[in-house]
């Protein structure tokens, strides 16, 4: 970040990390800045609006803090004895902290170091004050002065508040920070803005609010009638899959455009469900996580790249056998893609009260990009996960997918419940009006997405962002239910694993479950990890993913080997066409709808863009997975960060895989699917500078 204090004078490295791409502050912009600096080290990169992230350009960047870790610590104090007897100070910097000090024997504070001088002035109590600082030539040169706040009422008119102080200021070479300080002060008494006095302050309870409104209830007091029927209407305002092609979709999650998508899913359900079985099998790890059919097996998260199944264009463009996808191969249609899967501890009824492992584990789930939630469709586990074998009365896994995801849902919805008096003082108090809707979607920021996704679900739910101060006043229990399981819908998708569906038991709850539910998949956990394992003994062949016939089994097979193929091919894979693992991740990424970009060099040749070491006959090598509705620049920019392409955007076209023509695109251009099917685009990016 540059700083600019008003000379040229200023002594010290500045750190001008420059992005030649950079759209936000021109490059003329930065330099001329720059030039005000004496010293001022130039750092530029190929990138857009951020900070250099190569090695070389880091290194000098701690370099130059460590130089200045004294000065970027304000936390030291100094006294004005230190000030009086530090030589780089002139004799007039020094007068006028002295008479700041004699003055403002409560409200000044002087930060070390003490050259340049750095001090804050309290105008408002311990709520406001104003920070100076002197540069070199300081007064013939005019200090800078900034506003620190708590206060929400001196927060909201900031910029009148310094406007005022900045008309303040003496003429230049005289000293003028108490003149400054007391017009601060007077125009916070004179406009009356000392707003945070007389309102509860944050956290407590508000004096005039009945004892029994909504909000003010305890975790443990939901409505679940309020619940149920808020997420029948979000289901209604928001149907499956609806989300991809909307305007949020780029909204949501952490991760940033212009880079390709690393997609995490987490696992969650109930304890013994068969969540590490499930991470296990689609992770292939050696070292596999504990599973064992006792509840709460896995306490802190595990964490490893697994694989998904994406559509291959290799198959329209009849190329299949000269395809050889980064990962894996393409088999069926379709290509592995990495992705992170995330294994949780076990959730438990009451789990947003801090039962089982409570809260702790629902954080686990902040970075999840989608949710699968595995259920034990064998109906043996009760709903704390105790397997009652055989024997077991039979627990309904409709029940378990229902109180799953309402846990999910009133993690959410107390946490934004317990802070809905910070909403109401908002919009309640004219002045502090215009903070109601930042307060409100500023709540649900912590599950990584941001304000504008919020607001975007907000008003899916009917509502106007105009009138939301008067609106929230009004709400009832029912509306922040419907916002949450709007809001719900669309951060943390959930796709429904049927697992341990090679049991007897399963399979009518399978049946009853599909038809009931969209988006639930019958999956056995257990046999895709078991033909892993026999794989790598050499015991058989498996295509992973695949039906009846994907199952080789070698000469030396033992018996017994062959015995379970057998069961496993007629109670699996002959009734659900596949273990199901592959099939739910998939699902599971799909249904965020990512952008797949196949980067060629040419289109009669469909050599990839590649990072080396392939023939160069493979064809569609590389694909690289984007968030929804990327365009054209952010997918350039996406190449130049995997160092697949070098230099400016200057053209990009795209072959139309079902007709063969190729047609241009703007940079602007937004990617979207043409049909309900996932979006995989064959692009030719062309740059001003050959790749190295
Ligand atoms: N029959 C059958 N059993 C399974 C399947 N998947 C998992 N299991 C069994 O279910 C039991 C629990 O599996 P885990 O993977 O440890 O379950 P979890 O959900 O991770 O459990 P916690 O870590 O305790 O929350 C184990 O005995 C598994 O062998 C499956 O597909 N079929
Ligand atoms: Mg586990």
Same mark, same amino acid.
């Given at each position: 970040?540059?700083?600019?204090?008003?000379?040229?004078?200023?002594?010290?490295?500045?750190?001008?990390?420059?992005?030649?791409?950079?759209?936000?502050?021109?490059?003329?912009?930065?330099?001329?800045?720059?030039?005000?600096?004496?010293?001022?080290?130039?750092?530029?990169?190929?990138?857009?609006?951020?900070?250099?992230?190569?090695?070389?350009?880091?290194?000098?960047?701690?370099?130059?803090?460590?130089?200045?870790?004294?000065?970027?610590?304000?936390?030291?104090?100094?006294?004005?004895?230190?000030?009086?007897?530090?030589? =780089?100070?002139?004799?007039?910097?020094?007068?006028?902290?002295?008479?700041? #000090?004699?003055? @403002?024997?409560?409200?000044?504070?002087?930060?070390?170091?003490?050259?340049?001088?750095?001090?804050?002035?309290?105008?408002?109590?311990?709520?406001?004050?104003?920070?100076?600082?002197?540069?070199?030539?300081?007064?013939?040169?005019?200090?800078?002065?900034?506003?620190?706040?708590? +206060?929400?009422?001196?927060?909201?008119?900031?910029?009148?508040?310094?406007?005022?102080?900045?008309?303040?200021?003496?003429?230049?070479?005289?000293?003028?920070?108490?003149?400054?300080?007391?017009?601060?002060?007077?125009?916070?008494?004179?406009?009356?803005?000392?707003?945070?006095?007389?309102?509860?302050?944050?956290?407590?309870?508000?004096?005039?609010? %009945?004892?029994?409104?909504?909000?003010?209830?305890?975790?443990?007091?939901?409505?679940?009638?309020?619940?149920?029927?808020?997420?029948?209407?979000? #289901?209604?305002?928001?149907?499956?899959?609806?989300?991809?092609?909307?305007?949020?979709?780029?909204?949501?999650?952490?991760?940033?455009?212009?880079?390709?998508?690393?997609?995490?899913?987490?696992?969650?359900?109930?304890?013994?469900?068969?969540?590490?079985?499930?991470?296990?099998?689609?992770?292939?790890?050696?070292?596999?996580?504990?599973? #064992?059919?006792?509840?709460?097996?896995?306490?802190?998260?595990?964490?490893? %790249?697994?694989? @998904? #199944?994406?559509?291959?264009?290799?198959?329209?463009?009849?190329?299949?056998?000269?395809?050889?996808?980064?990962?894996?191969?393409?088999?069926?249609?379709?290509? /592995?893609?990495?992705?992170?899967?995330?294994?949780?501890?076990?959730?438990?009824?009451?789990?947003?009260?801090?039962?089982?492992?409570?809260?702790?584990?629902?954080?686990?789930?902040?970075?999840?990009?989608?949710?699968?939630?595995?259920?034990?469709?064998?109906?043996?586990?009760?709903?704390?996960?105790?397997?009652?074998?055989?024997?077991?009365?039979?627990?309904?896994?409709?029940?378990?997918?229902?109180?799953?995801?309402?846990?999910?849902?009133?993690?959410?919805?107390?946490?934004?419940?317990?802070?809905?008096?910070?909403?109401?003082?908002?919009?309640? @108090?004219?002045?502090?009006?215009?903070?109601?809707?930042?307060?409100?979607?500023?709540?649900?920021?912590?599950?990584?997405?941001?304000?504008?996704?919020?607001?975007?679900?907000?008003?899916?739910?009917?509502?106007?962002?105009?009138?939301?101060?008067?609106?929230?006043?009004?709400?009832?229990?029912?509306?922040?239910?419907?916002?949450?399981?709007?809001?719900?819908?669309?951060?943390?998708?959930?796709?429904?694993?049927?697992?341990?569906?090679?049991?007897?038991?399963?399979?009518?709850?399978?049946?009853?479950?599909?038809?009931? *539910?969209?988006?639930?998949?019958?999956?056995?956990?257990?046999?895709?990890?078991?033909?892993?394992?026999?794989?790598?003994?050499?015991?058989?062949?498996?295509?992973?993913?695949? $039906?009846?016939?994907?199952?080789?089994?070698?000469?030396?097979?033992?018996?017994?080997? =062959? +015995?379970?193929?057998?069961?496993?091919?007629?109670?699996? *894979?002959?009734?659900?066409?596949?273990? $199901?693992?592959?099939?739910?991740?998939? /699902?599971?990424?799909?249904?965020?709808?990512?952008? @797949?970009?196949?980067?060629?060099?040419?289109?009669?040749?469909?050599?990839? *863009?590649?990072?080396?070491?392939?023939?160069?006959?493979?064809?569609?090598?590389?694909?690289?997975?984007?968030?929804?509705?990327?365009?054209?620049?952010?997918?350039?920019?996406?190449?130049?960060?995997?160092?697949?392409?070098?230099?400016?955007?200057?053209?990009?076209?795209?072959?139309?895989?079902?007709?063969?023509?190729?047609?241009?695109?703007?940079?602007?251009?937004?990617?979207?699917?043409?049909?309900?099917?996932?979006?995989?685009?064959?692009?030719?990016?062309?740059?001003?500078?050959?790749?190295?």
């Amino acid at each position: 970040m540059l700083v600019w204090v008003g000379s040229a004078e200023v002594p010290g490295l500045v750190p001008c990390s420059v992005g030649t791409e950079d759209t936000v502050v021109p490059l003329e912009e930065s330099k001329r800045l720059a030039a005000r600096f004496s010293n001022a080290e130039w750092l530029e990169h190929e990138a857009g609006h951020v900070f250099s992230q190569r090695s070389e350009d880091l290194r000098r960047l701690g370099e130059f803090l460590e130089l200045r870790r004294e000065q970027l610590l304000p936390e030291e104090l100094a006294s004005v004895e230190e000030v009086e007897a530090d030589d =780089r100070l002139s004799q007039e910097q020094k007068d006028e902290v002295e008479a700041l #000090a004699s003055i @403002f024997m409560e409200e000044l504070t002087i930060f070390k170091p003490t050259c340049p001088v750095r001090l804050a002035v309290k105008v408002l109590h311990e709520r406001a004050s104003l920070r100076f600082f002197f540069p070199p030539l300081y007064p013939q040169v005019p200090c800078v002065c900034d506003l620190d706040s708590e +206060d929400l009422g001196v927060q909201l008119r900031r910029r009148e508040l310094l406007e005022a102080v900045e008309a303040a200021r003496e003429p230049e070479g005289f000293p003028s920070v108490m003149a400054m300080v007391q017009e601060a002060q007077r125009w916070i008494e004179e406009h009356g803005v000392t707003i945070d006095q007389g309102l509860p302050s944050d956290g407590t309870a508000e004096e005039d609010e %009945p004892a029994e409104a909504w909000w003010l209830c305890e975790d443990a007091q939901v409505d679940q009638e309020l619940l149920t029927q808020a997420e029948k209407k979000a #289901a209604e305002l928001l149907p499956d899959g609806s989300s991809g092609s909307r305007s949020w979709a780029r909204q949501c999650g952490a991760g940033a455009y212009g880079k390709p998508w690393r997609f995490t899913v987490g696992l969650v359900g109930k304890p013994s469900a068969g969540k590490s079985t499930l991470f296990n099998a689609a992770t292939r790890c050696e070292k596999e996580a504990a599973m #064992a059919p006792h509840p709460f097996t896995t306490i802190d998260p595990n964490v490893e %790249p697994g694989w @998904f #199944a994406v559509p291959c264009p290799s198959v329209t463009l009849q190329c299949q056998d000269e395809c050889e996808p980064e990962h894996g191969r393409a088999d069926r249609g379709q290509r /592995r893609f990495p992705l992170l899967v995330k294994d949780v501890a076990g959730l438990v009824p009451g789990a947003y009260l801090g039962y089982g492992r409570g809260n702790a584990f629902l954080n686990d789930l902040l970075d999840a990009d989608s949710l699968v939630h595995v259920v034990d469709a064998s109906g043996r586990s009760d709903a704390e996960g105790v397997d009652h074998g055989k024997a077991g009365k039979g627990h309904d896994p409709l029940k378990d997918v229902e109180w799953v995801r309402q846990e999910i849902h009133m993690w959410i919805f107390c946490n934004v419940r317990a802070k809905w008096h910070s909403v109401r003082k908002r919009a309640k @108090f004219a002045p502090l009006q215009p903070l109601a809707a930042e307060r409100l979607f500023g709540l649900f920021t912590g599950y990584h997405c941001s304000q504008q996704l919020v607001a975007q679900v907000y008003e899916s739910t009917g509502h106007r962002i105009a009138t939301l101060p008067q609106d929230v006043l009004n709400w009832s229990e029912f509306d922040l239910h419907l916002l949450v399981a709007c809001f719900l819908r669309v951060r943390f998708p959930i796709v429904i694993a049927l697992n341990k569906a090679d049991t007897a038991e399963a399979q009518e709850h399978i049946v009853r479950a599909q038809a009931a *539910l969209g988006n639930a998949v019958a999956v056995s956990a257990r046999s895709e990890l078991w033909l892993l394992q026999q794989q790598r003994k050499g015991h058989l062949t498996y295509l992973e993913g695949g $039906g009846p016939q994907s199952i080789a089994i070698t000469e030396h097979a033992p018996e017994d080997v =062959r +015995d379970q193929v057998s069961q496993l091919r007629q109670k699996v *894979l002959e009734v659900y066409g596949s273990t $199901g693992v592959m099939e739910v991740l998939s /699902r599971a990424v799909l249904q965020r709808s990512p952008v @797949f970009c196949c980067p060629v060099s040419e289109f009669t040749t469909l050599q990839s *863009l590649s990072s080396g070491g392939y023939s160069t006959k493979s064809k569609l090598v590389t694909m690289m997975m984007l968030r929804p509705l990327s365009t054209v620049e952010e997918v350039h920019a996406a190449l130049k960060n995997e160092k697949l392409v070098r230099g400016d955007l200057v053209r990009a076209e795209m072959l139309h895989i079902s007709t063969g023509q190729v047609s241009v695109l703007r940079r602007e251009e937004v990617l979207k699917p043409e049909g309900a099917q996932a979006a995989t685009f064959v692009l030719r990016i062309l740059t001003n500078k050959k790749a190295k």
